[in-house]
């Protein structure tokens, strides 16, 4: 039996996540949907078998790989959610199983992801004997939309990939201003051994133009970047992204819950650790935070004393190090107090 995947790809890198999917699955028809960086794959090999291959392979223009079993035309109309429900093989969700609606919308619609993963969820808890479970789900039912074209599928959670872009569009002479900080997030990461799975909630903040949460948003499943300045585009237009345009003091209530905070904002350091303590209630029990310390004056010692003295009000288990990529700054790891 055959299986089906919507792909994510390298924005303009289309033809080559192509390429990339039909070495691995040659049998496999490979087709851009009208979205940017965005695939569907049918291929002749049963899903668990095409899943390894992908899941293997080193590869470089593909992102998230989602298993879907079906196809369906939607409209902007709320009424779609109800249509989504039906397309749900439930027979998929069986008991002792646990599940999450995943929901990634594309286009201009009258309801959120979220009105979509709440009504499936509470409908599909209520029609069978699957309970859902929003950590560490045993399946995930999937919905990809695409404006008026909808994908559904439900799949064992770990058949849902998460492989890392390795090339992203080429830009003009100038416009890559933060290939820098990219390489400093993921030398904190590497670091501190912070492991970020494709379940995790980030917060970014001082987040532009984006290099931290590019890489971030291609480890977890969703970032929340927050920065009154732009992103750049390539980062504000990934599909697992949202852009707050404000300022880290100012964040609204109803934002969440988060795995993980990352804070690179260039401001005095005792500032950004006030800040960090304001936002640690939003940090999920024993969450992880990386906050860089800039170097305010040549006295680098004390700024970063100053500042963990103020972050041990809500933080613990500290952590200091001065990386390649950040000179005049140093990275501080911590977590949440319980
Ligand atoms: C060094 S840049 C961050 C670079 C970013 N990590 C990246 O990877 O592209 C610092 C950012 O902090 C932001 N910033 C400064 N104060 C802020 C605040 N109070 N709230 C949110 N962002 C702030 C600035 O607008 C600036 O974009």
């Known amino acids: 039996m ?40 049918e291929c002749g090999l049963p899903e668990e078998e095409a899943v390894e291959l992908l899941r293997e392979a080193d590869t470089t223009y593909l992102g998230r790989v989602f298993p879907v079993d079906a196809e369906l035309k939607i409209s902007a109309a709320k009424a779609s959610i109800e249509a989504l429900y039906e397309a749900v093989s439930i027979g998929d969700l069986e008991e002792g199983d646990t599940f999450r609606v995943s929901c990634t919308r594309r286009g201009s619609h009258e309801f959120r992801s979220r009105d979509v993963e709440v009504t499936v969820g509470m409908r599909l808890e209520e029609e069978t004997d699957a309970v859902v479970d929003l950590k560490s789900p045993s399946k995930t039912v999937i919905v990809q939309i695409f404006q008026d074209l909808a994908y559904v599928g439900v799949s064992p959670s770990v058949n849902l990939l998460v492989k890392e872009i390795k090339r992203f569009r080429k830009y003009a002479k100038g416009e890559r201003p933060f290939t820098r900080a990219e390489f400093k997030i993921r030398e904190a990461l590497k670091a501190f051994d912070v492991e970020v799975t494709n379940d995790f909630i980030v917060l970014d903040v001082g987040a532009a133009p984006g290099g931290w949460t590019k890489v971030l948003a291609g480890m977890a499943r969703r970032v929340v970047a927050v920065d009154p300045a732009d992103l750049h585009p390539s980062v504000e237009e990934m599909s ?95 977590r949440k107090k319980s």
């Open 2 to 41: 055959g299986s089906a995947f919507v792909v994510t790809t390298s924005s303009g890198f289309e033809g080559n996540g192509r390429r990339e999917i039909l070495k691995l699955l040659p049998s496999s028809k490979v087709r851009k949907l009208f979205f940017k960086g965005n695939l569907y794959v």
């Open 240 to 334: 697992n992204v949202t852009h707050l345009r404000c300022r880290a003091e100012d964040l609204p209530e109803d934002i969440g819950e988060f795995d993980l905070i990352t804070n690179d904002m260039n401001i005095s350091p005792t500032e950004s650790a006030e800040i960090m303590n304001a936002l640690a209630e939003r940090l999920r029990e024993g969450g992880a935070a990386i906050m860089t310390v800039k170097f305010v004056t040549r006295e680098r010692r004390r700024h970063t004393r100053e500042a963990i003295g103020i972050l041990e009000e809500a933080y613990t288990d500290f952590r200091v190090k001065r990386l390649p990529h950040n000179r005049y700054e140093t990275s501080v790891y911590m």
